[in-house]
C-alpha cells in the first residue's frame, strides 16, 4: 500500500499459522488486518481471527518468536527510557503516580518479607519503585532486553534481572508470593502455557496481578477494523476481555479477587495515530506528532474521555484482574 514506509530496510519476518491459543480449535474467521503503525518494523499486514469455538481473539499469521528482537526494535518506548524523568518529566510524573496506585491495593502485603516477581518489566521502573519504598522485600524482574542504564540501576538497589522469553525462562515452585504482568500477557506467543507455569511459581495463598488490553473496550468499534490501539501490530498476540481471562485463570488455580477498568489513553493514542497514518503529508507529519505516546497534553485529553467513560460505566480497553492463588482440588 506504501503508506508505511520501512524506516529500518527490514525484510519480512517470518510467520506462522496457529490454533487457539486457549481451546486448540483451529477454525477461526478474519476480525481486523493492519500494519505495525507504531515502529514500522515491517511492511507485511497482519490480520486477527476469532476462535470459532471459545471467541478467543488472537494474531494468526504471527511472527516466529525467533523474529522477536526485530519486532521489538530498539528505540522500542521501554528500551529508550520515552517516559523516563530524562524524557518527560510531565509523563514521568504521572507515570510514578500510576504505579503507586497500582500497588495501592498491595500496600499490607508488602509490610511482610514478600518475593515479588514482575514478567516484561521493561525499564523496572515499578520494581525500583517497590524496592525503594519495601527495601525488604525481594524482587525480580523478567524481560526480552535490558540497556546498560537499567542493568545498573537494578544491580544498585538489588534487584535480580532474567533476560528472555518467559516462554524460556523457568520458574521454581512456589518461589514467589506476588506475580506481577503489566500489558505483558497480550505480547506473549503462548499465554495458556505461560499462566500455568506462573501459576505453579506462586506460593498457595500469593497473588497474580495482571492489566492488559481489554478487547471489550469501548472505544474498539470506532476503530474496530484496522486501527483500534489495542491490536498493536504485531506484538499484541493474544487479546482477552474480562470474562475470557478470568476462565483462563480459574482453569489454573486462582479465585479472581477483583476486577474491573482502567484508564486506556496510550490506547486511543495508538488508534488516532494509526488511523492518522493514511492522511497525506503535511497534515499526516503533524496530527503523528500530536496523538504520540510522547505527547503529555495528548495523553491527558484522552484521560480525561476515559475518566468520563468510567463515571458512565462503560468498559474502558484496558483491564486490570487481581487473583489469589488456591491450593489444587
Ligand atoms: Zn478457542
Not at 497514518?277 to 503529555?296: E, I, S, V, W, Y
Amino acid at each position: 500500500m506504501g503508506l508505511l514506509m520501512n524506516k529500518h530496510n527490514v525484510s519480512c519476518v517470518e510467520c506462522e499459522e496457529v490454533p487457539c491459543g486457549l481451546c486448540g480449535s483451529v477454525v477461526h474467521a478474519a476480525i481486523a488486518q493492519g500494519y505495525d503503525y507504531e515502529y514500522q518494523t515491517t511492511t507485511q499486514q497482519f490480520t486477527f481471527v476469532q476462535c470459532a469455538q471459545c471467541g478467543h481473539i488472537f494474531l494468526s499469521p504471527r511472527p516466529k518468536m525467533a523474529y522477536a528482537h526485530i519486532i521489538y526494535p530498539s528505540n522500542y518506548y521501554t528500551l529508550e527510557g520515552r517516559h523516563s524523568a530524562q524524557s518527560s518529566k510531565i509523563i514521568s510524573f504521572f507515570k510514578k503516580k500510576i504505579i503507586e496506585n497500582r500497588l495501592s491495593f498491595f500496600k499490607d502485603f508488602f509490610t511482610k518479607p514478600v518475593r515479588v516477581l514482575e514478567i516484561g518489566c521493561g525499564d523496572c521502573s515499578l520494581l525500583l519503585s517497590l524496592k525503594h519504598k519495601f527495601p525488604h522485600i525481594a524482587c525480580t524482574g523478567v524481560d526480552l532486553a535490558f540497556t546498560e542504564t537499567i542493568r545498573a540501576a537494578c544491580t544498585h538497589a538489588d534487584i535480580a534481572l532474567r533476560q528472555g522469553p518467559i516462554e524460556d525462562i523457568t520458574l521454581g515452585d512456589s518461589s514467589y508470593d506476588l506475580v506481577i504482568l503489566n500489558q505483558l500477557i497480550e505480547h506473549l506467543w503462548h499465554p495458556a502455557q505461560v499462566i500455568a507455569k506462573i501459576s505453579r511459581s506462586i506460593a498457595p495463598g500469593g497473588m497474580l496481578s495482571i492489566e492488559t488490553v481489554n478487547v471489550c473496550g469501548y472505544d474498539r468499534k470506532f476503530f474496530s477494523k484496522s486501527f483500534w490501539g489495542g491490536y498493536y501490530f504485531p506484538r499484541h498476540m493474544n487479546l482477552f476481555s474480562f470474562e475470557s481471562l478470568g476462565a483462563l485463570l480459574k482453569r489454573n488455580n486462582f479465585k479472581i479477587v477483583k476486577r474491573y477498568s482502567l484508564l486506556a489513553p496510550i490506547i486511543w493514542t495508538f488508534s488516532f495515530h494509526a488511523l492518522v497514518c493514511h492522511t497525506p503529508g503535511k497534515m499526516r507529519t503533524a496530527l503523528g506528532k500530536f496523538f504520540a505516546d510522547r505527547n503529555p497534553f495528548c495523553l491527558a485529553l484522552f484521560a480525561m474521555v476515559d475518566c468520563i467513560a468510567l463515571i458512565l460505566r462503560c468498559t474502558t480497553s484496558n483491564q486490570k484482574i487481581i487473583a489469589r492463588k488456591v491450593l489444587e482440588e
